[in-house]
T-cell receptor, first 112, second 114 residues
Framework: GESVGLHLPTLSVQEGDNSIINCAYS??????FIWYKQESGKGPQFIID?????DKRQGQRVTVLLNKTVKHLSLQIAATQPGDSAVYFC???????????FGAGTILRVKS | EAGVTQSPTHLIKTRGQQVTLRCSPI?????VYWYQQALGLGLQFLLW???????NRGNFPPRFSGRQFPNYSSELNVNALELEDSALYLC?????????????FGQGTRLTVV
């Protein structure tokens, strides 16, 4: 179903620590997933994606993990920096609908 | 290469009025998506256009409508504005309907209904 409008949870981490942002997706038929970063006053920006035939994908300082059994997605950010402070959204894409359905989002605050 | 552009960036309207928001996709992209993001909340899917046709629609009333032009640009129209329509309206484009095409977002139009 559609994502529900909810007030966003917040994750606070110390600069230099690793961050883990979690997302539960809704449709077991979804086969493509994307993480977006949205900074204040800007539109969402693509970070990393993963297809359902994979369970892990790594980028620069970011890793996405997919657990299809429990319909769970996570984004790991290594050595978190102040510039990582933003709202992070996961999105699932169902091929037949080609509609990106977004999770509620998580606010990441990095403390210096 | 220019990204997704939206206009206007900010808009103030009175309850009951009508508004038109515009989006120009990345060159070569045929799909345009519209999302509503109320302050402090997540993104809610509104509409998806591809090749000039509406392909999918979110759970919004009929007063939210739109269209896609032959050059793939798109308009979102909202009639009979209500206070709760105040939000950031985001447009995204992608290169087609095939799986694996991430959507690129514009900066959004901030609509305030008073």
């Amino acid at each position: 179903g559609e994502s529900v409008g909810l007030h966003l949870p917040t994750l606070s981490v110390q600069e230099g620590d690793n961050s883990i942002i979690n997302c539960a997706y809704s449709n077991s038929a979804s086969d493509y997933f994307i993480w977006y970063k949205q900074e204040s006053g800007k539109g969402p920006q693509f970070i990393i994606d993963i297809r359902s035939n994979m369970d892990k994908r790594q980028g620069q300082r970011v890793t996405v993990l997919l657990n299809k059994t429990v319909k769970h997605l996570s984004l790991q950010i290594a050595a978190t920096q102040p510039g990582d402070s933003a709202v992070y959204f996961c999105a699932e894409n169902m091929e037949y609908g080609n509609k990106l359905v977004f999770g509620a989002g998580t606010i990441l605050r990095v403390k210096s | 290469e220019a990204g997704v552009t939206q206009s206007p960036t900010h808009l103030i309207k009175t309850r009951g009025q009508q508004v038109t928001l515009r989006c120009s996709p990345i060159s070569g992209h045929t799909s345009v998506y519209w999302y509503q993001q109320a302050l402090g909340l997540g993104l809610q899917f509104l509409l998806w256009y591809d090749e000039g046709e509406e392909r999918n629609r979110g759970n919004f009333p009929p007063r939210f409508s739109g269209r896609q032009f032959p050059n793939y640009s798109s308009e979102l129209n909202v009639n009979a504005l209500e206070l709760e329509d105040s939000a950031l309206y985001l447009c995204a484009s992608s290169s087609g309907v095939s799986l694996g095409t991430e959507a690129f977002f514009g900066q959004g139009t901030r609509l305030t209904v008073v």
